[in-house]
């Protein structure tokens, strides 16, 4: 079956808007992953895995992210000119529609390359890699316009750099961009509440709750949220499986959803996710909960799966996915309709998705949540689950 396009901004595109949703810059890494792995070798031993799996990683995580859910997505980075090289730029450009017009191909550049070992649910890594030969700034010059973009704040890279060390980001938020910023882990453990300044041009901050916490030196997730909210129109904080909460003090909406009930096997790229649903739902106009709910559910389907970016959903899964749900929830207790009830805004969408929209990639790594309902076909109603315990997983993964 063939694989359709589904343009969930379709309704809201002119020929006066930009013609990029999502537009990002970064680093892609070859991610070479091993899962299934009994235990980490030992010094001079050799083991084996259950499977393999290759796929672009880094910033193509979070450009994969956003282009499976149907947004016009750009990546400006920079390829080495080696065989590495050519597989993330074809995966990237051919089976994913990232547009790549913005990145550049470097001679005798190696391609960063990261070997990922996941045992009982929790991974290790190793990267070998050089700093880029130009910087993001440099290669992108003037940016696209776009309707959003996706930055990590930095104290090397600044967004409010003066004169002509502007930031690209803060270039392409003056052509009418939203900025949207996370930030990542501070290995020196000072965790400078300087790097927040940023903020002051961006219209959301969406770190985790360790990052929110560090970073506002407060004692919770939601007193770490209410002090981001003093700083940016849109702050959210994504607290694992505790859920995730946010504040829009542009619409006056502030709101929380519990994550849900999910078997995680993998954790790597979930947050490139989440904020890839979130930016989606954003940019729809949704109210605050639909997005936080469609941005959380995006995140339990992909932690189903090994693999980074292959494990993003696309519209085919999520498709899947809610019809199960809604087939369910008579026979899966309270909590069945509770998830039935949150997530009955994908009504009005689900019906509009073609039957072979975009799937999660399959590769030798994929694995299957322990689930005991079969998987619905869009366009179709599913059959009648056999398994009616109320404690059963409503999120089956992809299966081959």
């Not at 990922?116 to 929790?122: I, P, Q, T, Y």
């Amino acid at each position: 079956m063939s694989v359709q396009p589904y343009d969930p901004l379709a309704d809201s595109r002119s020929p006066e808007c930009p013609q990029i949703d999502v537009f990002l810059a970064g680093t892609v890494f070859l991610d070479i992953i091993f899962t299934g792995l009994p235990s980490m070798p030992e010094s001079g031993t050799e083991i084996w895995a259950e499977g393999m799996g290759s796929c672009p990683g880094g910033i193509a995580n979070l450009a994969i992210a956003t282009s499976r859910l149907g947004l016009r997505t750009s990546l400006a980075a920079a390829f080495g000119d080696d065989d590495y090289g050519d597989f993330c730029w074809r995966t990237l450009e051919e089976q994913e529609s990232v547009d790549l017009s913005r990145s550049r191909r470097f001679e005798h550049w190696h391609s960063p390359v990261t070997v990922s070992m996941a045992v009982d649910r929790d991974r290790s890594m190793v990267t070998h890699g050089h700093p880029a030969p130009m910087s993001a700034s440099e290669m992108i010059g003037s940016p696209p316009r776009s309707k959003a973009v996706i930055v990590t704040l930095s104290a090397d890279e600044p967004l409010d750099a003066p004169g002509s060390q502007r930031n690209w980001a803060e270039l392409a938020h003056r052509n009418g961009a939203l900025l949207f910023a996370d930030v990542g882990w501070d290995p020196s453990g000072a965790w400078s509440s300087d790097v927040l300044d940023q903020l002051k041009i961006c219209h959301a901050f969406m770190p985790n709750a360790t990052e929110a916490m560090a970073y506002t030196g407060t004692d919770t997730p939601r007193d770490a949220l209410y002090a981001i909210a003093d700083q940016v129109p849109l702050a959210v904080v994504t607290d694992g499986a505790n859920g995730a909460m946010a504040i829009d003090s542009v619409t006056g909406e502030e709101a929380f959803v519990p994550a849900p009930r999910v078997t995680a096997l993998d954790p790597t790229g979930a947050g490139d996710v989440f904020g890839a649903g979130f930016v989606l739902g954003t940019l729809s106009r949704w109210p605050l909960s639909d997005r936080l709910a469609f941005a959380e559910v995006c995140a339990a389907l992909a932690v189903q799966q090994f693999g980074g970016s292959l494990a993003a959903p696309g519209w085919g899964d999520i498709a899947d996915w809610w019809h199960e749900v809604r087939a369910a929830a008579r026979h899966s207790g309270a909590y069945g309709s509770s998830l039935a009830r949150r997530y009955a805004f994908l009504d009005r969408l689900v019906p509009t998705v073609p039957v072979g929209a975009v799937h999660r990639a399959a590769a030798t790594i994929a694995r299957y949540a322990d689930v005991g309902m079969p998987l619905a076909t869009p366009g179709r109603e599913p059959e009648e689950p056999e398994d009616e315990d109320p404690d059963t997983p409503l999120f089956p993964a992809q299966k081959e």
